[in-house]
C-alpha cells in the first residue's frame, strides 16, 4: 500500500508501514542533532506518536510535493517544537523567555568542521538505501512465496554491476540451470527489481513530477555518501 | 549509520559499504545505476518500435517520387523516417529520409529539416554520410542519402559490450576527423551518440567482427545532422531553436549546453564523443562518480587523460579543437606496448649496464631519486642536455603529451594528467610501478 495513497481509515496501517521502513532516515536525522542515542531513539519514537495523534497522513496529497520532503518538514517542526518546548518546561511556564533560533543553531551546526555531511543529506542518503533495500525485499519475499529463495540469494549479484557478478556459468553450476536459464532469470529478475524501484518511489514523489529524475536525485543523494 | 564501525569500498564506485547493509550487501548506488541502466535500454528498445504516426507505405512514396524505387521502412529517427530505395537511372540503392508536414507537431521542424539538407550538401568527407538530393512534395520534406549499410554503434556495443581499445580508439579516430572536417566549416553536429555513428563495411559482409571490419577498409561514418548547428548562420538557427531551447540527447549533452541561452560550441561536441569513448571501453555512461576507464578496462591511463580532458566541465578545458582530439587518439592508437620478453631482456641490459657504470666508475655518477621508484624502460630515464623551460609551449600542455619531466638531476618520459596553475600532475609508467605525482610546470618539457 502506498504511504501516500493511504485514507483516514487506513491510516494506521499506513503508518505502521511508514514506520516500518523510514523510521531510519528519521532517527539518523534526529541522531545527527542529539547527543545521547538514547534522546534520539526518544524522539523518533515521540515524533511518529505525534504524527498518529495529529493524524498527518490525512494532509498527505501526492499533488502537495514529494512524501520524503513532507515528511522533513513534519520532523523540523517537530524538533523546533520540542526545543522550546524542554526549554518552557525547565524554567517552569509557557511562557517564552528567550528567543532561540533553531534554524540558526541548525545552520551553526552544519558549519562545524567534524560534520562535513548535513543532516539533510544524511536522511536523503538514508532515504534512498531505506527504499531500495524496501524494494529489494519485497522482491526477496516474492522469489520466497514462490518457492524459489535459493535463485534470488544466488542470482542478486547481478542486481549490482557487472564488474563484481560472477560469470553466468557459476550461477548456473550452482543452482543446476543452464547458462541461458540463468541469463533469462538475470533479465527478469533485473526487471522485476527495477518495477519494485519505480513503485516505491512513485508512491512517495508528488504527482505528475517525473520518476526519471526522482530517481536521479535519489541516485545524487546516494553520491553525497564517501 | 553513515559510518558503519565495519564498511568496505564497492569496488566499482567505492561506495562505503557496511558489512550488514540493510540492501543485502549489494551497493545501493551500483543497485540504482543498474535499475536506470535497465530503464535507459527499455526506453531504447521501445523507441525503436514506437511507429511513426501514418507512416506512408513505399507505395505511396514512390508514386510522389517517380526517380525513386522505395523498397522498404528502415529506421525510425529523431527527425523523420527512413527507407531504402533504389535511384531508377544510377540503380545504386540509397537511403530515403522523409518527414510527413501533416504529422509535425513542432513548427520549427521542417526549417532544421531543410538545415540539415543544405548542412549536409555542403559535407564531403569519407566519415560522414553523404546527402544526394533534398527536396519537398506537397506532402513530405525529403532527403536522399547514402545508404550504409552496417549497423550503429549502438548495436555493434549491444552485441560486443565493451569494445576492445583497439577498436574504440579507431571509431573515436575517424568520428574526431568527421569532427575536424566539420568544425573547420563551421558546423557542429551537436547529437553526437552511439546511434549516429555508423559502421560502415562498404561492399563486405556485414555481419563480420570488428576486427575483419577494420581490417577489410570497413569506415566509421557520422550521421543524422537533424540538429547540427551552422556558425555561420547564427541569426537564422537562433529562430529556428530558440537560444534556451535543448538539443542532444541527454547524456551526451555538454554541461555547458544544459545551461538556459549557452550557445553550443565545437567543444559540446568533443564532450559527447568523449562520452562515447568513454562508454565504448566500460560499456556505460560516464554519469556521476564514475570510475576511470583504466579501472575498469584494460586500458592505459594516457587514454583516461585523453577522456577526461573531452569531459571536462569547463570547454575550455578540453582539446582546443577536434583536431587536437584526433591527434591524441591517433598517438594512443600508434602506441603499442613492447612485448613482455623483450622488456624484460631490455631491463636485463639495463641492470647489467647500470652496474658496470656503477662498478667501474662514471664521470656523471647519479642519484636515483629517494621518494621515486625505479622507472624503467621503455620509459626508461634519458639524460638531457636542455635545461627545464618555461617554453611557451608550456601553457598549451594537454592531457596525454608525452613530456619530460624532471626529477632531482635526471630527465624521466611520463604523461600528463592534468594541469592546474603551475602545477601538472604527470603519470610516469614503469615496469614494476605506475604512479602519479604533482610537479612544477618549471620541470616539464617536450
Known amino acids: ?226 | 549509520m553513515i559510518s558503519p564501525p565495519q564498511h568496505h569500498p564497492c569496488p566499482r564506485c567505492g561506495y562505503p559499504l557496511a558489512a550488514d547493509s540493510i540492501t543485502m550487501g549489494l551497493c545501493p548506488r551500483c543497485l540504482l545505476t543498474r535499475v536506470l541502466d535497465v530503464r535507459k535500454n527499455m526506453q531504447m528498445q521501445l523507441d525503436r518500435i514506437r511507429p511513426w504516426p501514418d507512416a506512408p507505405s513505399p507505395q505511396v512514396l514512390q508514386a510522389a517520387m517517380p526517380g525513386l524505387e522505395v523498397l522498404e521502412l528502415i529506421a525510425r529517427g529523431g527527425m523523420g523516417l527512413i527507407y531504402r530505395a533504389r535511384q531508377k537511372d544510377l540503380q545504386r540503392d540509397v537511403a530515403l529520409k522523409i518527414l510527413p508536414i501533416d504529422a509535425l507537431q513542432d513548427a520549427t521542424i521542417p526549417a532544421r529539416f531543410q538545415t540539415e539538407a543544405r548542412i549536409l550538401a555542403g559535407l564531403n568527407h569519407p566519415n560522414i554520410v553523404r546527402a544526394i538530393e533534398a527536396g519537398q512534395t506537397p506532402d513530405w520534406l525529403y532527403l536522399v542519402m547514402e545508404l550504409v549499410h552496417g549497423p550503429s554503434l549502438r548495436e555493434v556495443m549491444k552485441r560486443e559490450g565493451k569494445l576492445h581499445p583497439r577498436h574504440a580508439l579507431t571509431i573515436a579516430a575517424q568520428i574526431s576527423s568527421a569532427l575536424t572536417y566539420a568544425h573547420a566549416r563551421q558546423i557542429i553536429h551537436r547529437d553526437i551518440k552511439p546511434e549516429n555513428i555508423l559502421l560502415d563495411p562498404g561492399d563486405r559482409p556485414t555481419d563480420a567482427d570488428l576486427d575483419a571490419f577494420f581490417a577489410s577498409g570497413g569506415r566509421v561514418r557520422l550521421a543524422d545532422f537533424g540538429i547540427a548547428k551552422s556558425l555561420h548562420h547564427p541569426v537564422q538557427d537562433m529562430t529556428l531553436t530558440g537560444p534556451d531551447q535543448l538539443f542532444g540527447t541527454a547524456d551526451y549533452i555538454a554541461p555547458e549546453c544544459r545551461q538556459a541561452g549557452h550557445a553550443p560550441s565545437p567543444a559540446s561536441d568533443l564532450y559527447a564523443l568523449g562520452v562515447v569513448l568513454y562508454e565504448m571501453l566500460t560499456g556505460r555512461i560516464p554519469a556521476g562518480h564514475f570510475p576511470l576507464p583504466s579501472r575498469v578496462a584494460p586500458v592505459s591511463r594516457k587514454l583516461d587523460a585523453i577522456i577526461l580532458c573531452c569531459l571536462a566541465a569547463d570547454p575550455s578545458e578540453r582539446y582546443a579543437s577536434a583536431d587536437q582530439l584526433h591527434h591524441q587518439i591517433t598517438k594512443a592508437l600508434a602506441h603499442r606496448p613492447a612485448p613482455r620478453v623483450l622488456l624484460l631482456g631490455t631491463l636485463a641490459l639495463l641492470a647489467v649496464a647500470a652496474w658496470v657504470v656503477t662498478f667501474f666508475g662514471s664521470s656523471h655518477p647519479r642519484t636515483a631519486p629517494t621518494t621515486l621508484p625505479v622507472i624503467s624502460a621503455p620509459s626508461a630515464p634519458q639524460p638531457k642536455e636542455e635545461s627545464p623551460t618555461t617554453h611557451p609551449s608550456m601553457f598549451v600542455l594537454m592531457p596525454g603529451d608525452t613530456v619530460h619531466v624532471k626529477w632531482g638531476d635526471q630527465w624521466y618520459d611520463a604523461t600528463v594528467v592534468r594541469r592546474e596553475g603551475r602545477r601538472v600532475l604527470v603519470h610516469f609508467d614503469g615496469w614494476s610501478n605506475s604512479f602519479d605525482q604533482w610537479v612544477g610546470s618549471d620541470r616539464v618539457k617536450w
Open chain 1, 1 to 226: 500500500m502506498s504511504a501516500v495513497a493511504a485514507d483516514g481509515q487506513t491510516s494506521a496501517r499506513a503508518l505502521d508501514e511508514l514506520c516500518g521502513i523510514y523510521w531510519y532516515p528519521i532517527y539518523a536525522f534526529i541522531r545527527r542533532q542529539t547527543p545521547s542515542p538514547d534522546d534520539a531513539a526518544d524522539l523518533t519514537q515521540a515524533f511518529f506518536t505525534q504524527f498518529i495523534e495529529r493524524d498527518c497522513l490525512a494532509n498527505v496529497a501526492p499533488e502537495k510535493g514529494r512524501f520524503r520532503s513532507f515528511l522533513l518538514v513534519c520532523l523540523r517542526r517537530f524538533l523546533a517544537n520540542q526545543h522550546r518546548q524542554d526549554h518552557a518546561a525547565k524554567r517552569g511556564g509557557g511562557h517564552k523567555t528567550l528567543s532561540l533560533d533553531f534554524a540558526f543553531a541548525e545552520q551553526r551546526y552544519c558549519r562545524e568542521p567534524s560534520h562535513s555531511i548535513t543532516p539533510e543529506k544524511i536522511y536523503q542518503h538514508d532515504w534512498a538505501v531505506a527504499l531500495l533495500a524496501r524494494a529489494l525485499r519485497q522482491v526477496s519475499d516474492e522469489f520466497a512465496a514462490r518457492g524459489r529463495q535459493q535463485i534470488f540469494d544466488t542470482l542478486k549479484i547481478y542486481l549490482g554491476p557487472d564488474e563484481t557478478a560472477p560469470a553466468y556459468a557459476q550461477a548456473a553450476a550452482a543452482l543446476g540451470m543452464s547458462e541461458t536459464a540463468v541469463k533469462v532469470a538475470v533479465h527478469r529478475l533485473r526487471d522485476r527489481y527495477r518495477q519494485a524501484i519505480e513503485q516505491e518511489a512513485a508512491n512517495t514523489m508528488e504527482q505528475d513530477a517525473s520518476l526519471e529524475e526522482e530517481l536521479h536525485i535519489l541516485l545524487e543523494s546516494l553520491a553525497a555518501v564517501k
